[in-house]
């Protein structure tokens, strides 16, 4: 399994380094213009749908058919892709993290707890995002699965804006908010654990 | 003899082809070739083996092991080369051995190292550099980089000029030097396999038409030219196709010798592979 997270790593190394061009180049402007908030909520996601490149890649190169005749199982395969995406959305988290922290430092503004609080929401959030765009990658392809991913970012949002005053209602206290805030990572993790599942049934049943 | 791979009754259908209770045996040691048209099943055969399709039928055993349910032990042992390169394009040699060094216990830095300046291949140059011959010696380097004791090798040569061929044939030829090693390959490059396998199985429509040592092949059967007189006289059981032209029949016979004894003044040659393939699969079997 190692060795398919290399693998990874390696081919995602370009898209990697621009990535980083355009994250610094988004960090630089959003402070210009004074709305650091915005990248916090940004770079996690941006950098959970790198390991959406990967999957394109491999469909280019062919590459399945060639790693299932190595002694790797499907589940390792999965497994693989998985950790690879959830390193890269600790690393988007990370560095967001950092960043507020430092500029919040430097400008003696914002609140340190607050900022923390943000960058587990939104890790959750980039997590709960790839539980729902993995198996859809899986299932369908990096093609149609691109659609999907979509859907996967306008559904939530739209489940948001549809209930948006009854969960105004069921969060107008303090309490309430802040639990379902800590409840979220678990959440999240359950989720992407689930998804795992859901990846390796689809993987298993595939044919190269 | 002892053999590391066998296949027994080999089903898998799709829509408009049907893999047909294939079986064969491969003793260790030796080449086995795979012929057959496009389409004949080759591919769908060797994928089989590497549970990247699911059976529907039949047994598969690698080194007396079942590859589905000890699939890590078994494909530790093998070595495959398929028939499109599969590195993604931005990787370099050395890139491919970090990874397959990761992945493979057996992985020898030192013996791909020497594969790849036996290829002439730069270790730090990108793939989508490398052109088809120079991509296909690569997996085959790193089909051999963790000492496999099994090559599987799906159309190696094909879409190759002469000279790259034949240099991966001799590095087929110095692998099977070790009495432990064996090679399964599909091609329809007749020449290929002639010059290199030991027996051959002959696909055909999804089923095996024979499976024989090569060289009983090539001493059996002939290409008898005749005209009509002779070609009346033959029994059906003497020929396996034939074709007709305006200066009369050209017959695959299977035992060229009975037949000399039988038409003493009969023109009868030895059959090629390539001849053998074509009269079963094109030639008029009545």
């Known amino acids: 399994m190692k060795g398919l997270f290399v693998k990874d790593l390696l081919v995602l190394r370009r898209y990697i380094r621009t990535m980083a061009v355009f994250v610094l180049v988004y960090i630089l402007v959003f402070t210009l213009i004074d709305s ?19 999957f394109s890649y491999d469909e280019l190169a062919k590459w399945d058919r060639f790693a299932l005749t190595m002694p790797v199982s499907r589940r390792q395969v999965v497994g693989a892709r998985y950790l690879v995406s959830l390193c890269f959305t600790l690393l988007g988290t990370a560095v967001t993290l950092v960043f507020s922290l430092g500029l919040g430092y ?12 943000t960058a587990y929401v939104v890790f959750a959030a980039a997590l709960g995002f790839l ?47 802040e639990q379902a ?27 190269f | 003899m002892q053999s ?30 795979l012929i057959g048209e496009n389409g004949a099943g080759k591919t769908t055969t060797l994928k089989l083996i590497l549970n990247l399709i699911r059976k529907e039928g039949g047994t598969v055993s690698l080194f007396g092991m079942d590859p589905v349910r000890q699939e890590r032990q078994v494909k530790e042992q093998i070595g495959v080369v398929l028939d499109e390169s599969y590195f993604h394009d931005t990787l370099t040699p050395k890139d491919v051995a970090a990874v397959l060094r990761r992945i493979y216990p057996g992985w020898d830095d030192g013996l791909f190292e020497r594969y790849l ?30 000492r496999p004791r099994l090559l599987i090798l799906d159309e190696a040569t094909s879409g190759l000029d002469p000279v790259v061929r034949s240099e991966i044939l001799d590095v087929f030829l110095d692998f099977i030097q070790d009495e432990e090693h064996s090679i399964l390959l599909s091609s329809h490059i007749t020449s290929d396999l ?9 696909l055909h429509k999804g089923r095996v038409v024979f499976e024989e ?14 005209g009509e007189d002779v070609f009346a006289r033959l029994e059906r059981s003497q020929r396996v196709g034939y074709r007709r032209s305006r200066f009369g029949y050209e017959v695959l016979v299977r035992d060229r010798a009975a037949l000399r004894r039988r038409f003493p003044s009969a023109v009868v040659d030895a059959a090629t592979i390539e001849d053998i393939m074509l009269f079963y699969v094109r030639g008029e079997q009545q």
């Not at chain 1, 400008?107 to 923390?116: C, S």
């Not at chain 2, 002639?194 to 002959?202: C, G, P």
């Not at chain 2, 092949?217 to 030219?225: E, M, N």
Request: proline share 5%; net charge positive; glycine share 6%.
């Open chain 1, 131 to 177: 539980s729902l765009v993995l198996p859809l990658l899986y299932r369908f392809g990096p093609e149609r699965g691109r659609l999907f991913m979509i859907a996967a970012f306008l559904l939530p949002t739209l489940l948001l804006l549809l209930f948006r005053d009854s969960l105004a209602a069921l969060f107008s206290s303090q309490e309430v908010l």
């Open chain 1, 36 to 54: 650091a908030d915005v990248i916090s909520g940004m770079v996690p996601l941006v950098l959970a749908m790198m390991s959406m490149a990967a």
């Open chain 1, 106 to 117: 430097l400008r003696k503004t914002g609140d340190p707890a607050e900022q923390l609080l």
């Open chain 2, 117 to 146: 300046r036996r290829f002439s291949l730069p270790k730090g140059q990108a793939i989508k550099e490398f052109s088809r011959g120079m991509k296909k010696k690569l997996s085959i380097a790193s089909a051999l980089g963790h």
């Open chain 2, 4 to 33: 590391i791979l066998q296949v027994k009754d080999l089903v898998k259908r799709y829509r408009a082809f049907t893999l047909d209770h294939v079986s064969f045996s491969l003793p260790k040691g030796s080449i086995l070739g």
């Open chain 2, 213 to 226: 040592p090569k060289d009983d092949l090539l001493q059996r059967y002939g290409v008898l030219r005749c």
């Open chain 1, 181 to 207: 805030l800590l409840v979220s990572l678990p959440a999240a993790l359950l989720l992407l654990g689930l998804s795992f599942l859901v990846s390796c049934r689809v993987y298993q049943a595939k044919e």
């Open chain 2, 194 to 202: 002639e010059k290199i396998a030991d027996y051959l199985v002959f």
